[in-house]
């Protein structure tokens, strides 16, 4: 099993606690908080980091006995008061019992940001590599790539076939989901701009999108597993994934794509 790489990200939140005295002029009491999601290794979609058993925070020595926090449960949130910035210590120990450290710097420059970190998994086996399974491909294994991870993995990838293709509407109808990517694709440049506006005007907070529209020109609306067909005329990309959108926004977008005679209605 060759080594497999899993992307996390690391969310930082921070604010002055009003009328708090962190007794050290100058610096006033802040309340922080850390939490850790995994990225999907295709989508980049955020999903629980339950690749770890647990992760343990190793704070500033002035935490005195709240120095080392351990959390056994995603999102692995820890989040404390204090005045002053520090590096730290972050230990996350994965199914396969490994203990992966990483360093952290926690400032007070922005009241959110978020950082990566690439981990590193060395032959994993048993749990680890079941979990691994659910948040990416795994070059050369035929679990991972075959027909039994089809039904694992949420792919809505242009083309493909054997994937997981049905999401309910609003309406409670099951809707064809590769038909959808297939209609949205042969849409024309306007019609797909008002696309991108209709997801930005309904997305919900687990919708995952990237959108890098520039001069109002589209090269392709790419959908699910990202596949780059970018029309070199255009500028431009808008990614979504479909299977994060709220039910109300598929039907639109399903009734919008039929209306312009972009969807066959025959079966």
Known sequence: MPDIKRSIKIITEQKIIPGADSG?????????????????????????????????????????DKMRQTYKKPPFRVAEDGWGEFELVIELKDLGGKTHSITHDLNFANPHY??????????????????????????????????????????????ATGTQKKKKGGDGKAI???????GLQRLSEDALLHV???????????????NDVER???PSLQLGFMITDAVSRLE???????????ENLIKMLWDYTTEMNAISTSA
């Not at 908080?33 to 955020?46: F, G, N, P, W, Y």
């Open 176 to 182: 064809d989901m590769d038909k959808l990517a297939d």
């Open 114 to 159: 978020e950082t990566k970190q690439i981990i590193t998994f060395k032959n994993p086996k048993g749990a680890l590599l079941e979990a691994l399974r659910t948040s990416g491909s795994i070059p050369g294994d035929p679990a991972a790539n075959g027909a039994d991870a089809s039904s694992k993995k949420r792919t809505s990838e242009i083309g």
């Open 216 to 218: 109002m020109c589209l």
């Open 196 to 210: 991108v506006q209709m997801v930005h005007d309904h997305k919900s907070e687990d919708s995952w999108m990237r």
């Open 236 to 246: 431009g990309e808008f990614h979504v994934d479909l299977y994060t959108l709220p």
């Open 24 to 64: 050290v002029a100058g610096f006033p009491l802040r309340h922080w908080s850390m939490r850790i999601v995994l990225l999907h290794a295709d989508t980049k979609q955020e999903l629980d980091a339950d690749i770890f058993e647990s992760v343990t925070y190793v704070l500033h020595e002035s935490f005195g």
